[in-house]
């Protein structure tokens, strides 16, 4: 299994609703990644997950809250989101921290009303 | 931090020609340079990397090229196909914990149309 799945693949959520985002990968990798990008841009990281640790922040706002329960799932909870926060989330994985080969899922397109 | 700078923005070619996409960089400290090929509604898959040690690589119609000295490294694609057309972005990151140029930094992106 080559892949990262993600779920659902379309959310809209409304400012006061809680929601979470899943993504699963079963190859092995170690190091997870969230990445939101916007429309026609590049993806921006968000945060890092090293052995089911955070390991890096972006500096993004609390209503977004990562969780990592194993070493093969990686969530987003997110509560009270503003219409600003549309966008494609994706999750990624790698075998290591700062490894080649990054593997991108097809993300979750979030719309926030 | 690391910048990648990607260009053109927009590339529009015939059926069977050549498309070039160039990316600078600016931490000489960056040894991994992937090339990520994006779908609409889809997300970015991997297509051809290179690291710092070597000058080229090649896998089938795609190359990839890097000019350490100069810092910029090129996506060429011969014989385009229709199914060539999405957006390609760059990237550069260290391949080693320390700092914050460990993390993958992207280009901006090329829209890539290939016209039957």
């Given at each position: 299994?080559?892949?990262?799945?993600?779920?659902?693949?379309?959310?809209?959520?409304?400012?006061?609703?809680?929601?979470?985002?899943?993504?699963?990968?079963?190859?092995?990798?170690?190091?997870?990644?969230?990445?939101?990008?916007?429309?026609?841009?590049?993806?921006e990281?968000?945060?890092?997950?090293?052995?089911?640790?955070?390991?890096?922040?972006?500096?993004?706002?609390s209503?977004?809250?990562?969780?990592?329960?194993n070493?093969?799932?990686l969530?987003?909870?997110l509560?009270a989101?503003?219409?600003?926060?549309?966008?494609?989330?994706?999750?990624?994985?790698?075998?290591?921290?700062?490894?080649?080969?990054?593997?991108?899922?097809?993300?979750?397109?979030l719309?926030?009303? | 931090?690391?910048?990648?700078?990607?260009?053109?923005s927009?590339?529009?070619?015939?059926?069977?020609?050549?498309?070039?996409?160039?990316?600078?960089?600016?931490?000489?400290?960056?040894?991994?340079f992937?090339?990520?090929?994006?779908?609409?509604?889809?997300?970015?898959?991997?297509?051809?990397?290179?690291?710092?040690?070597?000058?080229e690589?090649?896998?089938q119609?795609?190359?990839?090229?890097?000019?350490k000295?100069?810092?910029?490294?090129?996506?060429?694609?011969?014989?385009?196909?229709?199914?060539?057309?999405?957006?390609?972005?760059c990237?550069?990151?260290?391949?080693?914990?320390?700092?914050?140029?460990y993390?993958?930094?992207?280009?901006?992106?090329?829209?890539?149309?290939?016209?039957?």
């Amino acid at each position: 299994d080559t892949e990262v799945t993600q779920t659902p693949k379309h959310l809209v959520m409304g400012m006061t609703n809680k929601k979470s985002l899943k993504c699963e990968q079963h190859m092995g990798h170690r190091a997870m990644y969230w990445y939101k990008q916007k429309a026609k841009k590049p993806p921006e990281l968000m945060f890092v997950y090293s052995y089911e640790k955070l390991s890096i922040n972006e500096s993004v706002p609390s209503r977004f809250s990562p969780e990592c329960p194993n070493s093969s799932l990686l969530n987003l909870h997110l509560h009270a989101l503003q219409p600003e926060d549309s966008a494609l989330y994706l999750c990624a994985s790698s075998q290591q921290l700062a490894n080649y080969g990054y593997t991108f899922g097809s993300g979750t397109r979030l719309t926030v009303v | 931090g690391e910048n990648v700078e990607q260009h053109p923005s927009t590339l529009s070619v015939q059926e069977g020609d050549s498309a070039v996409i160039k990316c600078t960089y600016s931490d000489s400290a960056s040894n991994y340079f992937p090339w990520y090929k994006q779908e609409l509604g889809k997300g970015p898959q991997l297509i051809i990397d290179i690291r710092s040690n070597v000058g080229e690589k090649k896998d089938q119609r795609i190359a990839v090229t890097l000019n350490k000295t100069a810092k910029h490294f090129s996506l060429h694609i011969t014989e385009t196909q229709p199914e060539d057309s999405a957006v390609y972005f760059c990237a550069a990151s260290m391949t080693a914990y320390g700092g914050s140029n460990y993390k993958l930094t992207f280009g901006k992106g090329t829209l890539l149309t290939v016209n039957p």
